[in-house]
């Protein structure tokens, strides 16, 4: 895979109330990716950017989410829809994003 693909893959970490909750009980991370990123992709692209951490992914679950429907007056549209990933981690790996990607 193209190294400079892979820094491109992941666009943000996901930060709500179910991405934090979803961390602590499966320790999992989330992130919003890009549409057409694939599971191998994103598995390498955490492992290429957290490689100072030493971190170690499991599993890649993805969830394509739909634009909410918006309304102005009479005219209807409809916002961008993104992918998000579930990053399962393996043993006693940990993301901290206070310290920062490579």
Same mark, same amino acid.
């Given at each position: ?25 499966? %320790? ?10 694939? #599971?191998?992709?994103? +598995? =390498?692209? !955490?492992? /290429? $950017? ?17 634009? %909410? ?10 916002? #961008?829809?993104?992918? +998000? =990933?579930? !990053?399962? /981690? $393996? ?12």
């Amino acid at each position: 895979m193209n190294q400079e693909r892979l820094l491109k893959v992941i666009v943000a970490p996901v930060i709500s109330e179910k991405a934090t909750l979803v961390g602590e009980t499966r %320790k999992q991370v989330v992130f919003e990716v890009l549409p057409d990123a694939t #599971k191998a992709e994103i +598995k =390498a692209a !955490v492992e /290429l $950017l957290f490689k100072e951490q030493k971190v170690q992914v499991g599993a890649v679950n993805v969830v394509n989410v739909k634009g %909410k429907e918006k309304r102005h007056g009479r005219f209807v549209g409809r916002r #961008k829809g993104i992918k +998000k =990933a579930y !990053v399962s /981690l $393996l043993g006693d790996s940990d993301i901290n994003f206070l310290e920062g990607a490579a």
